[in-house]
């Protein structure tokens, strides 16, 4: 009897617990219609756009240039230079995390007129007009970085991608062509315009209700800062949207975006820089410590509360960490080596007194090839006989010294003669037996880098000594960034003054100095190939043995000439017969 009885309890139970299986629970899944009510689904969306931005992290993408090797045979980077890029395999790609990033805006825009973000009808129109801002600048980003990575010539004309604004869902086209890259560009800025019209120049508290925008008639200065002070600092502003726009007006009035060679593109370039610095005071408002931005300790620890230092004009968060140092610290310091400057890059570096190392009279000794050089190397490289870490050990790469910071001597040893020491704090302590970390920044757009766009885009636009609007040259500019790095001060810079009448001289010597003062920060990849230059030098390294010094080549840089334009993802190709692939992929 009670067998029978469990019996027919456990079939109940058993018809019961499958209506769930038959009828499952409704899920937690929020629709658009949730957002409505819900404002924080709404900055979710933008907040997915923000952790697509492909400057969130280093990637070092120079490991596939003439400035930096890999000790690492995986390394996606040395691969693709030697020879394994292609449209199906392809480490710069931003195709889908762009388009996925635009997808993520374009409902948002749709959608944020309807969100209740406050009760107070004045802060909730603040709010929708900041994201809808927002949004917009973030539409110009993502368009600028795949312009950057997929625009390029198909069949002889150039191309940019699809344009996107307004959502997709299952009903609609997918299978759409590449617009042309005027068109991207032209929509790049109506975004970036349309960005600039919600937002300030800059966000912050205020107490002078006269600064709040006439369209919040009324409203106070606790109103304002609620939406536009302080707690949006780092968040999207009229200042980066203007930054991104002289990124893109660059690009597109480079050589390989610009066959022809159109001279408004450089004036629209120049104008475009010359605005953000003209608020910071033009050429003097170039920050001295500049340089060494990311081992400024003080200034470093001192950052909080989305303040930034003054070379910085965009970051993400500050944190601290030892990852780069682990990754880059020679084996010596406890760390891989990972990313090995080139002699070519070494050899980028002018003289203490502003010459070329190949000039004549700049007394260059190749047999004491650091001596009297310009101060960045030994800011940016590890040299054999330097010393670097916490305890300030000597670091020996000559292929004759007594440790595994040698030559070639473990797989975690240089592979050049170099290890990196930009981007790495000296005071980071990877011991085992003693580790620590340290505060880092990662700029997303610093000024030194708005400072270069307006010297190259003036010198093609004005020549090397012409002001434009800004009252101000390419050749004041580069004066400036060779006093604050400490070339020429003892002769004048006798080398800048001897080309500043020359144009082609000038373009060279700017587009060095971004070389240097832009290393290893993803913008030597991408620079080689707007400036349609060669590709495939080969990577050198140095070769010391008992005090002796011989170039050795390390890596050859196997590229087309078509390479100087990314490819469309193969994946892509495959889905959709309306996409054109750029020549050669």
Avoid at 64 to 89: H, I, K, R
Avoid at 114 to 136: C, H, T, W
Avoid at 185 to 208: F, V
Avoid at 568 to 573: D, F, L, Q, R, T
């Amino acid at each position: 009897m009670n067998t029978k009885l469990l019996f027919f309890f456990g079939v109940v139970l058993m018809l019961s617990g499958c209506q769930d299986l038959i009828d499952p629970a409704i899920e937690n899944i929020q629709g658009r219609e949730d957002m409505l009510e819900r404002p924080r689904l709404a900055q979710g969306l933008l907040i997915n756009a923000y952790l697509r931005i492909p400057t969130n992290g280093w990637n070092f993408s120079e490991l596939a240039t003439d400035d930096a090797v890999s000790n690492e045979p995986s390394n996606a980077f040395l691969n693709m230079a030697s020879g394994q890029w292609a449209s199906n395999n392809n480490p710069v790609n931003q195709w889908t995390g762009a388009q996925s990033a635009i997808q993520y805006l374009n409902v948002l825009l749709e959608d944020v007129d309807s969100v209740n973000f406050a009760v107070d009808p004045i802060v909730n129109q603040m709010f929708i007009d900041r994201l809808k801002g927002e949004s917009y600048g973030l539409r110009a980003l993502f368009m600028y970085y795949l312009l950057q990575a997929h625009g390029g010539m198909s069949d002889g004309q150039l191309l940019g991608v699809p344009i996107l604004t307004e959502s997709q869902n299952v009903e609609s086209e997918f299978n759409l062509p590449r617009n042309t890259f005027e068109e991207c560009m032209n929509q790049l800025y109506s975004d970036a315009d349309q960005a600039l019209s919600l937002l300030p120049l800059d966000y912050g508290n205020i107490t002078d209700a006269s600064l709040i925008p006439s369209e919040y008639g009324g409203a106070e200065t606790g109103q304002y800062n609620r939406v536009f002070g302080d707690d949006a600092f780092q968040l999207v502003s009229g200042r980066i949207v203007r930054a991104v726009m002289s990124q893109a007006a660059l690009l597109a009035a480079s050589p390989a975006f610009n066959p022809t060679g159109d001279l408004e593109k450089w004036k629209k370039a120049a104008e475009d820089a010359a605005f953000i610095l003209n608020t910071i005071g033009g050429v003097s408002g170039l920050a001295p410590n500049g340089v060494t931005w990311f081992k400024n300790i003080s200034e470093l620890n001192a950052i909080g509360g989305g303040i930034n230092p003054a070379e910085i004009l965009w970051r993400t968060s500050i944190g601290q960490s030892n990852n780069l140092e682990a990754d880059n610290f020679p084996p010596t310091l406890f760390g891989n080596g990972l990313v090995n400057p080139t002699q070519n890059f070494v050899d980028a570096f002018p003289m203490a007194n502003g010459y070329p190392i190949e000039s004549t009279g700049s007394g260059y000794d190749s047999q004491s090839p650091y001596a009297a050089r310009d101060p960045r190397l030994n800011h940016f490289v590890l040299v054999n006989g330097t010393t670097a870490g916490p305890d300030n050990t000597t670091i020996t790469t000559a292929v004759d010294g007594n440790t595994n910071d040698a030559l070639n001597r473990v797989e975690t040893s240089t592979r050049t003669g170099y290890y990196l020491r930009k981007l790495l704090r000296q005071d980071v302590n990877l011991n085992p037996n003693s580790t620590n970390s340290q505060v880092h920044v990662k700029p997303r757009i610093r000024y030194t880098e708005i400072f270069l766009i307006y010297a190259e885009a003036a010198n093609e636009a004005f020549g090397p000594m012409g002001t434009g609007g800004a009252g101000y040259s390419a050749y004041d500019v580069i004066k400036a960034i060779r006093q604050r790095a400490g070339i020429g001060t003892e002769n004048g810079d006798e080398y800048l003054e001897s080309i500043k009448g020359d144009q082609s001289a000038m373009r060279e010597l700017i587009r060095n100095e971004r070389r240097l003062e832009l290393s290893f920060e993803g913008f030597r990849f991408w620079d080689l190939r707007r400036w349609d230059a060669n590709l495939t030098e080969t990577a050198r390294g140095i070769t010391i043995e008992d005090g002796n010094h011989e170039v050795m080549n390390v890596d050859n840089r196997v590229f087309s000439d078509y390479m100087i334009y990314g490819p469309v993802p193969y994946s892509e190709m495959l889905k959709f017969s309306e996409l054109k692939q750029n020549t050669g992929w």
